[in-house]
């Protein structure tokens, strides 16, 4: 059994990281932590755990590390960068669900974020992306988490652009989230009565998330991409639809664009393309780690559409990190993540 | 592995059938069918099921019970009856999550529901409240499984009543449903706009769950009791609340309460107790098979008030028959069931 | 014009008074104070005024007497009875939205909140269910207006207990409200992913508005009448609905039951009766000052089921507020008030 | 009074419009048919009209041309043409919620709708986009009244398409909107359990209401637009929100565009421009008929991206066929129309 430590396990992500590692069969938590509620029992945090007595732990990295094959971290950005060390990784590996290993250029996490305090270990690790990075990520000891939007983002343009089948700077992504991607600490936007029966962009042109889809488009084009990346907030709890629009640069046609996406993601189990005049809702996906994209070619004008959907919470969050843990461990990817999505939910 | 049949595979309760049993170690789904999608693929009905190849077939109980060793039965009132047969049960075994089989009573079946039309077949069916009958229910061929709002609403009441504590005649259960206990069939009710955002009661004192309660309650008591039966509809996709009141025949504490249900579910995975000044929330629930019970005694009024919660579509249907499967083909009763709820969702 | 003033205009039951004040054709707001927000627009805390430049003034209630006809009052309770005077009072009206004047008896006001500190104002405090005491109102300096509860459960249950119909120890309240109901103030419990689809009881047994209703029907009965009161929290933002249970003292039909509700509210315009069979919806009455009553009789228990419904914020506060100035100041009670429900929303 | 008649009053735009003009100090309702209701009480089809005797009658266009001065239309498209005649119009004016004088490029009607059967009228037809429209409205016969999107989508880019500062070829609308906009008639997707706690794009690259915005831009902008439009489907009742994507020409500062925004909208009373930083939610103009519009400079991009909101039922449809039936009998144009967004909803 893969033993598992947690670190900031009371979040959204770091309770959806709990429930997936709990019913997985080649792993055990060995060790929770939360900063907030140390000393108490998880149940009190998450009554959905009144049969499992779990207790938050005061977190001692150092310690978790000789007794965890791996520690996931489920942190706000700069504080996972303060207690990444090498001390640690020469004794686990390292799953961060947070930002600060993501962005391969420093320059770019030090403008869009803070500070970074493990600027020796950047290079080291790799983003997680698993059906992109697989062979990248298997031998690593530590591994970037891609951010929710991200994740459904790169994953719905990357064939396109790998194929250098659209205009770059043309690219432009609409995004919508369920209300468990802000998390659980209080704010007014997020109060029931503020969110419920509304819908609103924020953080626009101005998302952290953008640096983040631009790197791995950039890699992905071998030139530098700059988009346009849009959030918004939806009256639900979880999923994520990005509605991705570009220009083709030639006049494509429905099966040219199919088969850029059969040829990156025909043997991924995770990925499910639609098919042709169906596209993802976000409910077909929910509680699950799959990702759905359909896309369409609008002859008049010259785009192309692409809509991806993912569970924020699960494939954007906790279900990939485990898949990362999967890989680094060798296991069957599907391990412990081969939920069919609950309908309806 | 055990064969499994699925007649009326496409109406909420089936898909939650479907999704239970396609991750369950030891079933396979052999074959589902569908009055109004045969020859469909199922992931046309049902798009979570992209991945997943099922195929809705033509009815044909004679041929299925051949074929496997279990059929679940997802059908309305008065077509199940209809179906079962002294030579399908010769067969295989037969689980019910419709109304036909739950009443030991014909006439109070005739007299809320319509025309019985296996009369002889009836006295052998058992009432599949696995925390309560289980033992029954080993060896049986046929077996009810009991509503959704009746699951909530026994066990929430019975360690009372079978101690007799309570007053009898006393028992007001006012309960509270998402709304996919109405299932997927189109109405004006059920119509987006005119649900959301509102409450209300209906089938107020007419609920047909009403005398599935009583003739249970009854049993526990050793004598007739008749109870206040009150549905709603809340604005939300899955769970069950039940809030329970009833007179103190004595001037009990909330110990002596708290030892009732000890003695009756102290041992039962499926059934958690909250502590006191904490009661059930549906979402707690979501997602599994766990029935949460919380209690406090009113000394003002000389009422206890049990609070009982589910999640309706599996406790309160599919899992509970999945359970009964377990328990009909005598293999870990937790089988396959082990969801720690999904929160939030 | 009527010179209003608002003191504690930020929170949800304030800026509804906010609203239906801007629209009065015969009153004008001279100033609304919070003491949170203070030197800021109103537009800022509700950006639903961008187009009123409404500022949010620092409270000084002495000043404010002396330039209003009017001072209503939406505050936390224990903080009116400190600022109401007889100074205030001999100056202008006051209408307190509140608990402080509510309840008569100060034992049980102090029972069940907290230290009352205008015991001398209080026994000249009318209590403002405008469709009971409307003639106690006319004339009074100071308005206790009902809490939204209350105002639900009293009016549907005041002829049945007037009429001595039904046994008073047998009165059960099971109510559901919105989540506006719970106010602006951040708590994890009003977080939008903890609120949202689901359900819940909470102060069972033990809400503050039950010795107010009891309050009431006591008076209406003539003797001391002790109930079982339990709210319930919906995932919608506005509405309550109240289920009242009672045992008949006699073999009342449907028809003897309406003509009590008749008799008491057939003149009343803001009280609907459904038609038999026909039950209330929250949705219903949104948005309008409206309550909306239906009833059956159960013969099989021998009870009656009263079923009431209204808008938390409107006629369960800032509507049935503004009906009691109309009172107060004579003119006709609809000014200001005649809404249709707006639906669906 | 203005005697109004409704036809097709039992749609959501239609109940809007009953609402709305039901509380029209200078309108009043003389008749109001329902082809699926006649004969039937209006508060049997919608419950809130408890109070408001109405009864929907059987339609004859004819004779409701002689009673009223104004006829509103509220149905499918391709009925309206066939209703409209010469005759109606010399005896009353028309305003038709629906899309069939909305085009004045018959062709463009034609490949989007189906056949029109009033081409002779059609070019009478004025758009009732009474912000840009208003001098022409004026002392017309038939006003086409606008869509949801188009209203919203058109009111946020109008001032950059008509001062020239965006490229043309470049705009994108990404709108989301409520599920009252889909209207009352059943259907799978508008059933409760589908559409709730979900996120959908639908009709991509196809939605008719494309040509709509298409021809009123190109109006503006004096030559051909051609947009891409995709429509996404919210979990809330009301409200859309335009995400409006556009490059612009040169190098536009914030205050560039705020003064385009100010010279066009500047003294429009139901246009507020949000502040710098702040942007539009649909939640703060629900229940109104104010249209809000934010925007920002994306220099990264070069892009300006524009946010408008409105309530779909309201300043989407009823609201804004009153806002015409002012302009139509010279009354001031907020006459009935004056609300304050109702918060929160």
Same mark, same amino acid.
């Given at each position: *059994? ?8 009371? +979040? ?10 709990? !019913? ?9 932590? =939360? ?60 799953? /961060? ?6 962005? !391969? ?12 305090? !493990?600027?020796?270990?950047? @290079? ?19 591994? %970037? ?11 719905? *343009? ?6 250098? *089948?659209?205009?770059? =700077? ?34 626009? %042109? ?15 084009? +071998? ?12 009256? *639900? ?64 004008? +010259? ?5 991806? %959907?993912? /569970?924020?919470?699960?494939?954007? %969050? ?11 461990? /060798?296991?069957?990817?599907?391990? +412990?993540? /081969?939920?069919?999505?609950?309908? @309806?939910?």
């Amino acid at each position: *059994m893969i033993k598992v430590g947690i670190i900031g396990a009371t +979040g959204y992500a770091g309770s959806e990281l709990v429930r997936l590692l709990t !019913s997985h069969p080649q792993a055990e938590i060995t060790c929770l932590t =939360s900063q907030s509620y140390a000393g108490k029992k998880y149940a009190e945090v998450y009554e959905s755990y009144r049969h499992i007595p779990y207790i938050c732990e005061e977190e001692d990295i150092e310690k978790m590390a000789e007794q965890c094959d791996v520690i996931f971290l489920a942190l706000p950005h700069g504080v996972a960068s303060k207690k990444v060390s090498e001390s640690v990784l020469s004794k686990c590996k390292v799953i /961060d669900l947070g930002a600060d290993f993501r962005l !391969s250029d420093l320059d770019t996490y030090e403008k869009w974020y803070t500070t970074h305090y !493990s600027k020796d270990i950047l @290079p080291e690790a790799v983003y997680g992306l698993c059906e992109i990075n697989r062979e990248k990520i298997r031998g690593r000891r530590i591994v %970037a988490n891609p951010g929710c939007y991200t994740t459904c983002s790169i994953l719905s *343009m990357y064939p396109l652009v790998k194929e250098g *089948m659209v205009e770059l =700077s043309s690219i432009i992504i609409d995004a919508k989230s369920g209300a468990t991607g802000a998390g659980r600490s209080l704010s007014l936007p997020n109060h029931y009565c503020e969110l419920n029966e509304s819908v609103k962009a924020y953080k626009i %042109a101005s998302h952290r998330h953008t640096p983040e889809i631009e790197e791995q488009l950039s890699k992905a084009a +071998g030139e530098e991409v700059i988009i346009s990346f849009t959030p918004h907030l939806i009256p *639900m709890d979880r999923g994520i639809l990005a509605t991705c629009y570009a220009t083709l640069k030639d006049s494509y046609t429905y099966e040219d664009i199919r088969a850029a996406y059969e040829k990156h993601y025909g043997g991924e189990y995770f990925i499910r393309l639609t098919k042709e005049g169906t596209f993802p809702e976000t409910k077909w996906v929910k509680g699950s780690n799959f990702v759905d994209i359909g896309f369409t070619v609008d002859k008049r004008t +010259g785009r192309v559409i692409v809509i991806g %959907a993912l /569970d924020n919470l699960f494939k954007g %969050a906790a279900g990939q990190a485990v898949q990362n843990m999967n890989i680094l461990f /060798d296991i069957d990817e599907k391990t +412990g993540l /081969d939920y069919v999505p609950i309908f @309806p939910a």
